[in-house]
């Protein structure tokens, strides 16, 4: 990653310009950064960054529904509108999707052109830093209240004390769930610490026997639904052995390959469910759990880098030693 001037984008008549605030370092960014092979269709040299807010700097001529000034995110997943998934209501699935930071400049710079389509609003209520975590809140909300079937009195496990991992475990909480959270050995300095601030109990597989804890907690039975936001294989298979007869798994972290056998999942009737970014209503509902405090984005924001040094904070993220980092984009400026 390396600094560089670009020209200020000028706004289609469809487009509106936000002038960045802050922005967030995603686990997808840590991807790019290492250069995955799910990010080589990448057009090099690209502005990383996706989870971001800002202010209205200007509007294309056709814009209607926001103005210069008005405090704005973007839905990243840019969509067309008209193929079969946008049709029905799934934008985020949409064939035609193009994806902010990735497919096109994102929010790591001063100022990004976005379809007026793609621009969500945010009360003046919501901290900017705080606006900056909207993003990743959605995805949760989705995972959680969409995509699970987590009831009041369910036990319920996270895997990974990632962002993901500690938003999903706030709502799940709020839904009405008993929470654990297992993190590895690398989570134990920062991020398993970070969930038990929130007040859930934590478990380090890795020198702890999860199995055990599991048996306790659950009375014997095994968790009633098991979000997999480890990003890592073994998420699933570990998952596999920690649901109850008749649970959910549910996947939010993009986790690559692994084998196991299938057919004790069969057997067991195990709901394995995707969960894979959001749509408008999951925004508005993650806006709305900021507001009231059932989602805590100052609990997982970390502000001590700079993106005059990325570098500190990419290796920071991927060693485990910070959760959240979000950068000031104002000091671009400077
Ligand atoms: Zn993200
Ligand atoms: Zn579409």
Same mark, same amino acid.
């Given at each position: 990653m390396e600094i560089i001037d670009l020209d200020r984008?000028?706004? +289609? &008549?469809?487009?509106?310009?936000v002038e960045v605030e802050y922005a967030g370092l995603c686990g997808s960014d840590a991807g790019i950064y290492q250069f995955k092979p799910a990010y080589e269709r990448m057009n090099l040299p690209n502005v990383t960054g996706h989870e971001y807010t800002g202010r209205v700097a200007a509007v294309g001529d056709?814009?209607?529904?926001? $103005?210069? %000034?008005d405090r704005v995110i973007e839905r990243p997943i840019r969509y067309c =509108?008209? /193929?079969? !998934?946008?049709? @029905? %209501?799934? !934008?985020?699935? /949409? !064939?035609? +999707? *193009? @994806?902010? =930071? *990735?497919?096109?400049n994102g929010a790591y710079e001063?100022?990004?052109a976005v379809p007026e389509q793609s621009i969500h609003r945010i009360p003046d209520g919501i901290e900017p830093r705080h606006a900056a975590t909207v993003e990743p809140t959605s995805i949760c909300v989705r995972a959680v209240t969409e995509n699970s079937r987590v009831r009041p009195g369910d036990r319920v496990l996270v895997e990974g004390p990632g962002p993901m991992g500690q938003i999903t475990a706030q709502i799940a909480d709020a839904q009405g769930a008993d929470v654990i959270v297992s993190g590895v050995g690398s989570d134990e300095t920062y991020r398993l610490p970070l969930a038990e601030r929130l007040g859930y109990r934590t478990v380090n597989a890795a020198d702890e026997d999860l199995d055990a804890v599991r048996e306790e907690f659950t009375d014997g039975i095994g968790f009633d639904v098991v979000f997999d936001a480890t990003g890592h294989p073994s998420g699933l298979t570990t998952a596999a052995e920690q649901v109850r007869k008749g649970g959910q798994i549910v996947l939010l972290g993009q986790t690559g390959e692994t084998t196991m056998a299938y057919t004790p999942l069969v057997r067991r009737e195990i709901d394995i469910q995707c969960s894979f970014t959001s749509v408008y209503d999951d925004y508005e509902r993650a806006v709305r759990m900021i507001e009231? %405090?059932?989602?805590?984005?100052? +609990? @997982? @924001?970390?502000? &001590?880098? $700079?993106l005059l040094d990325s570098t500190a904070a990419f290796e920071a993220f991927i060693a485990g030693e910070t959760c959240k980092p979000v950068f000031d984009i104002t000091e671009l400026r400077e």
């Amino acid at each position: 990653m390396e600094i560089i001037d670009l020209d200020r984008p000028t706004p +289609a &008549r469809d487009e509106v310009l936000v002038e960045v605030e802050y922005a967030g370092l995603c686990g997808s960014d840590a991807g790019i950064y290492q250069f995955k092979p799910a990010y080589e269709r990448m057009n090099l040299p690209n502005v990383t960054g996706h989870e971001y807010t800002g202010r209205v700097a200007a509007v294309g001529d056709d814009v209607t529904t926001v $103005s210069v %000034g008005d405090r704005v995110i973007e839905r990243p997943i840019r969509y067309c =509108g008209s /193929c079969y !998934q946008c049709n @029905i %209501g799934e !934008q985020h699935l /949409c !064939q035609n +999707a *193009v @994806i902010t =930071g *990735v497919d096109v400049n994102g929010a790591y710079e001063e100022f990004v052109a976005v379809p007026e389509q793609s621009i969500h609003r945010i009360p003046d209520g919501i901290e900017p830093r705080h606006a900056a975590t909207v993003e990743p809140t959605s995805i949760c909300v989705r995972a959680v209240t969409e995509n699970s079937r987590v009831r009041p009195g369910d036990r319920v496990l996270v895997e990974g004390p990632g962002p993901m991992g500690q938003i999903t475990a706030q709502i799940a909480d709020a839904q009405g769930a008993d929470v654990i959270v297992s993190g590895v050995g690398s989570d134990e300095t920062y991020r398993l610490p970070l969930a038990e601030r929130l007040g859930y109990r934590t478990v380090n597989a890795a020198d702890e026997d999860l199995d055990a804890v599991r048996e306790e907690f659950t009375d014997g039975i095994g968790f009633d639904v098991v979000f997999d936001a480890t990003g890592h294989p073994s998420g699933l298979t570990t998952a596999a052995e920690q649901v109850r007869k008749g649970g959910q798994i549910v996947l939010l972290g993009q986790t690559g390959e692994t084998t196991m056998a299938y057919t004790p999942l069969v057997r067991r009737e195990i709901d394995i469910q995707c969960s894979f970014t959001s749509v408008y209503d999951d925004y508005e509902r993650a806006v709305r759990m900021i507001e009231t %405090g059932e989602v805590d984005p100052e +609990a @997982i @924001i970390d502000d &001590r880098f $700079s993106l005059l040094d990325s570098t500190a904070a990419f290796e920071a993220f991927i060693a485990g030693e910070t959760c959240k980092p979000v950068f000031d984009i104002t000091e671009l400026r400077e």
